[in-house]
């Protein structure tokens, strides 16, 4: 008999939480998308005791690659290496043997030709999948678009706009049209399992691999992955006397911007200019001001180590008679420029268009 240590047991429990990580959380970006997908279809095909099984059947592979590398890798076993190794050593390309490749090459690397492509098929870019790629699509041309000569000023006005709403939406909501899901409700007598599918088929799949997987308390002697997943479905479900299967089909909708509570923060430039531009009074004035309470001051500002940040929004003629002159010819500078604040520092510059005191 053979004797496994703890780190044998350890290396198989990275192994398997490693699958699961590569299979529900994918990087945004294809190639790791296609892996979780092939993973998943692994899941469905075998059934998660038996993909286990297969997975720590590695653990002599992942091993013997960190004994190789562990002293020119610089990242942990657990979180770095196991991953790594299994994007670049593992074939998920059949769903019922995913294997250890042989030839040293990655699967679906640039170079190695996937089991399912012909070789006289021409080769097209994978079209950009996730919510952060199509973000990202939208970004980049909305950036090309403002930079742009051939539109017209208010054509091309109107088209970024459209396409910042567009970026908006998106990235308030995951949905930016309706969507039909289809879902499945499992009941045993452990309780619950919910399932979820944006196609019939693949919801199919999800509930089949349950069905493969508890396959023997039907004592139905047929291989269940001899059967199509309906077939596997309704015999299980129609043989097991304490189990059901319900499902429907619900519609998704995204809400409106409206109903959305404000996520993005507000955001603004300022300008930094010297509080030699500020009388010794209006800078007593000021350090009085920011020790008040919000409520009591006649004009919100925020004090700073070395000066104070000061907004340039308009203010009402009431709230102006408040202020000095040299203050408001400050927040007029700041805004007739397009910032939103100032930042008077006593270690800044001063500028021509600005009286300078000498205190």
């Known amino acids: 008999m053979r004797h496994y240590t703890l780190s044998h047991l350890e290396a198989a429990a990275c192994l398997w939480e490693a699958v699961l990580a590569l299979r529900d959380r994918p990087e945004s970006e294809p190639r790791a998308i296609e892996r979780?997908?092939?993973?998943?279809?692994?899941?469905?095909?075998l059934g998660a005791a038996a993909l286990r099984l297969i997975v720590v059947g590695?653990?002599?592979?992942?091993?013997?690659?960190?004994?190789?590398?562990?002293?020119?890798?610089?990242?942990?076993?657990?979180?770095?290496?196991?991953?790594?190794?299994?994007?670049?050593?593992?074939?998920?390309s059949d769903p019922c043997h995913p294997v250890i490749r042989t030839d040293g090459a990655p699967w679906n690397a640039p170079g190695c030709e996937h089991p399912a492509t012909r070789t006289d098929a021409p080769s097209n870019a994978p079209a950009p999948d996730g919510r952060r790629d199509h973000l990202a699509l939208l970004s980049r041309a909305r950036a090309a678009l403002e930079g742009l000569a051939d539109f017209t000023a208010d054509a091309?006005?109107?088209?970024?706009?459209?396409?910042?709403?567009?970026?908006?939406q998106l990235s308030v909501s995951p949905l930016p049209w309706p969507i039909d899901v289809h879902v499945a409700a499992v009941e045993h007598r452990h309780g619950m399992n919910l399932h979820v599918a944006l196609h019939a088929d693949i919801l199919d799949a999800q509930v089949a691999a349950y069905c493969r997987e508890w396959w023997k308390e039907i004592g139905d002697g047929r291989d269940p992955h001899s059967l199509?997943?309906?077939?596997?479905?309704?015999?299980?479900?129609?043989?097991h006397g304490q189990e059901s299967c319900s499902t429907d089909?619900?519609?998704?909708?995204?809400?409106?911007?409206?109903?959305?509570?404000?996520?993005?923060?507000?955001?603004?430039?300022?300008?930094?200019?010297?509080?030699?531009?500020?009388t010794v009074q209006t800078a007593d004035r000021l350090d009085k001001w920011a020790s008040w309470p919000p409520s009591?001051?006649?004009?919100?500002?925020?004090?700073?180590?070395?000066g104070w940040f000061v907004p340039t929004r308009a203010l009402s003629e009431e709230r102006c008679a408040q202020l000095p002159k040299d203050l408001l010819?400050?927040?007029?500078?700041?805004?007739?420029?397009?910032?939103?604040?100032?930042?008077?520092?006593?270690?800044?510059?001063?500028?021509?268009?600005?009286p300078v005191h000498d205190w």
């Not at 002599?60 to 610089?74: G, I, L, N």
């Not at 603004?268 to 010297?274: D, E, F, K, R």
């Not at 009591?296 to 070395?306: F, G, L, M, T, W």
């Not at 910032?339 to 268009?353: I, Q, W």
């Open 36 to 45: 979780a997908l092939a993973i998943r279809k692994s899941f469905d095909s």
């Open 58 to 92: 590695w653990t002599d592979a992942v091993d013997a690659a960190w004994y190789k590398e562990q002293e020119s890798c610089p990242f942990s076993f657990d979180w770095s290496f196991v991953p790594q190794w299994l994007i670049d050593t593992v074939d998920w």
């Open 156 to 168: 091309c006005d109107t088209l970024v706009e459209d396409i910042g709403h567009a970026q908006n």
């Open 228 to 239: 199509s997943d309906r077939d596997v479905i309704a015999t299980y479900f129609d043989d």
């Open 249 to 278: 089909r619900v519609t998704l909708e995204p809400r409106a911007m409206s109903d959305l509570p404000a996520q993005s923060p507000e955001t603004g430039t300022y300008c930094v200019l010297s509080t030699a531009h500020l």
């Open 296 to 306: 009591d001051r006649p004009i919100d500002i925020a004090a700073s180590v070395y």
């Open 329 to 354: 010819h400050l927040i007029a500078f700041g805004r007739d420029r397009g910032f939103r604040f100032v930042l008077l520092d006593c270690d800044a510059g001063t500028v021509d268009d600005l």
